[in-house]
């Protein structure tokens, strides 16, 4: 079973996000408290632990949570392969893949720590489709 490992946030942009007990999606919003919420394609971002784990191995860095300014930490789902339109119900809520991996900054700490980077990658994003909470625990379902 695909579950929700971790829900993260970063009140103001350039601040790294931290973790929190849940979080809150709305329509055309995304994270409700978020500072990277709107009405744009990249509403939510998701990585699987087993991403941050490849990472962990070869990092000199504590790999907390939302390092990777990523907003849901998953496990037991392959982000990574899922095609842009796969729909996912996350708890309560139900969410879009609208791109795969971005580009990362050249100053990521990470990535200067050791020479790359998961998150251009394997990380996702999606828009929100279908409002709630989501919080650690919540199962994963790829919606056919």
């Not at 971790?6 to 995304?30: F, Q, T």
Request: include cysteine; charge should be negative.
């Amino acid at each position: 079973m695909a579950q929700v490992t971790a829900v993260n946030i970063s009140e103001k942009k350039g601040v790294r996000k931290h973790e929190v007990p849940y979080i809150d999606l709305k329509l055309r919003h995304g994270i409700v408290g978020d500072a990277h919420a709107g009405d744009w394609h990249r509403q939510i971002s998701l990585l699987a632990e087993e991403s941050v784990d490849t990472m962990r191995a070869v990092c000199p860095i504590a790999l907390d949570s939302g390092i990777f300014a990523e907003n849901i930490n998953t496990r037991g789902i392959e982000l990574r392969t899922l095609p842009v339109g796969t729909r996912l119900r996350v708890g309560e809520t139900e969410l879009e893949v609208t791109q795969i991996g971005k580009q990362c900054h050249n100053d990521c700490e990470i990535k200067r720590a050791t020479g790359k980077c998961v998150m251009p990658t394997e990380g996702i994003f999606a828009v929100v489709v279908k409002e709630g909470r989501v919080q650690a625990g919540d199962e994963i379902e790829v919606l056919k």
